[in-house]
């Protein structure tokens, strides 16, 4: 392989820009080969920012010949590397991340606000490609992905725009445009993804996954009729796409209450996907709609069947088992264990297994574990029952421990996790014998009535019989 030293010591003009080619050739196939490996890591993605570097400074050597076009490429090489690093710096499922180097791989612009390093690294090496080749749609929508992600929309837009308008043809660009808009301009997003829909006609799967997006985007702007028709129109034009039977699920479970239907929708999430991540989250769905079935009836607030406890627990126990989806392990651990306190079964190891808290002890799994132990104060007696309460006050207060003071940033599901954990202690309290104090810590549970009516619910507002 060339050298610098090599090119600098050559004085025909020939020879010198065919050695910078070759050059920049082999530090672009070098380059490509490392973010071609399988899986892809961080080591691999440094060796080709770094390859691709070495490309653009051969390409800026003094006397050099070489295309505008082909330094552009270089630059633009550069950046997409820089983004795909990006992401794989954001928070997510354990185990490299398999993403492939081609722009289209980076259409969602799904990389990590914080990894701001990477991102500014990025939007310079884009620009630069935007400086030697100003018609390039790929610098243009890389450049829009890095200043969308650093959170300069009204940057990123006009260039999402100029992308789409030197590749019409191009699907992905006009897809990355209407996604820029989001909810809050979705009037202007709508004859966007029209075009892009137009564009993949004869391409059903690309068609269905055009309609959860616009369904996404109506749902988050509380348009849930229309969110509900695009998802029709996704499972018409491609009928075994998974991910529209699953958010058409949740729409009809969580907005609608209609559980037959989004039982069946479930199920078909459940039976189409492969990957173990989204079938956990079909099942946990599943699992839910048993529970909220259950509670209906108890209330008479219907008049359909009971919930099933066997298949609420084992839909799920296989949702916690089959995860592999870390951010999301509390969640499906704390419904096995929630849909064993619902239903009153608490009193085998295989009920502990889930509902006692691992060592990382965080704020929610102390709170399922604190209702694990009020639920079996319900089947013990004497120093057993004792002691259940004991363990109960004990996990809840934990889990406040763990909280730490209240923080005027927290989140609607922080403060709503704080005031279960209060008045689950309180009720504990109340329970063991120390009445006066156990009514003052729920009387000072922030969001009260919805902490309150979250222990109804599971049957553990009330204190069990002593024995």
Not at 265 to 280: G, H, M, T, V
Not at 373 to 385: A, E, P
Request: proline share 4%.
């Amino acid at each position: 392989m060339f050298s610098r030293a090599d090119l600098d010591a050559v004085e025909d003009p020939i020879l010198l820009a065919a050695g910078r080619a070759e050059l920049l050739r082999l530090a672009g196939e070098i380059g490509t080969a490392a973010l071609a490996e399988r899986p892809i890591t961080r080591d691999s993605t440094l060796r080709a920012i770094n390859t691709f570097g070495l490309a653009t400074s051969v390409a800026e050597l003094p006397r050099s010949s070489i295309p505008a076009a082909a330094v552009a490429q270089s630059y633009i090489q550069v950046g997409q590397a820089n983004l795909l690093l990006a992401r794989l710096s954001a928070p997510g499922p354990s185990g490299p991340v398999v993403i492939n180097s081609s722009a289209s791989s980076l259409a969602d612009c799904a990389v990590n606000p914080s990894a701001g390093d990477w991102l500014d690294s990025a939007l310079k090496a884009f620009r630069s490609a935007l400086g030697r080749d100003p018609g390039s749609p790929d610098a243009n929508f890389g450049a829009a992905c890095a200043l969308q992600a650093l959170n300069r929309l009204p940057e990123a837009i006009p260039l999402f725009r100029e992308a789409s308008r030197m590749a019409p043809n191009q699907s992905l660009y006009l897809l990355a445009l209407a996604r820029a808009f989001g909810p809050a301009r979705s009037a202007e997003a709508a004859p966007i993804f029209q075009q892009a829909l137009a564009l993949e006609q004869g391409n059903p799967s690309a068609q269905a996954g055009i309609h959860v997006e616009i369904a996404l985007i109506q749902e988050r702007g509380g348009e849930i009729e229309a969110a509900l028709r695009s998802l029709n129109s996704a499972i018409s034009a491609d009928p075994d796409y998974k991910e529209a039977y699953l958010r058409r699920g949740r729409i009809l479970f969580e907005q609608r209450g209609n559980y037959l239907s989004a039982g069946q929708d479930f199920k078909l999430a459940e039976r189409l996907n492969r990957s173990p991540s989204d079938r956990a989250e079909a099942l946990y769905y599943l699992s839910q709609i048993e529970v909220r079935k259950e509670l209906d009836w108890r209330a008479r607030r219907s008049s359909t069947s009971p919930g099933d406890s066997s298949y609420a627990i084992s839909k799920a126990d296989e949702a916690a088992t089959i995860n592999e989806d870390d951010s999301k392990a509390s969640k499906y651990r704390g419904q096995a264990c929630l849909a064993r306190v619902f239903f009153g079964r608490v009193n085998g190891a295989e009920d502990s297994r889930y509902c006692i808290a691992d060592e990382r002890k965080d704020a929610a799994a102390l709170m399922f574990e604190g209702m694990f132990h009020l639920r079996q104060t319900f089947g013990k007696r004497g120093g057993d029952q004792a002691r259940a309460w004991e363990a109960a006050l004990s996990a809840f207060s934990d889990g406040l421990d763990r909280l730490g003071e209240p923080r005027p940033d927290e989140s609607l599901d922080q403060r709503r996790l704080r005031s279960r954990l209060q008045v689950g202690r309180g009720v504990s309290l109340y329970c063991v014998g120390l009445e006066s104090t156990g009514r003052q810590a729920i009387n000072a549970a922030g969001q009260r009535a919805d902490a309150e009516q979250f222990f109804l619910d599971y049957g553990i507002k009330l204190c069990a019989s002593r024995g």
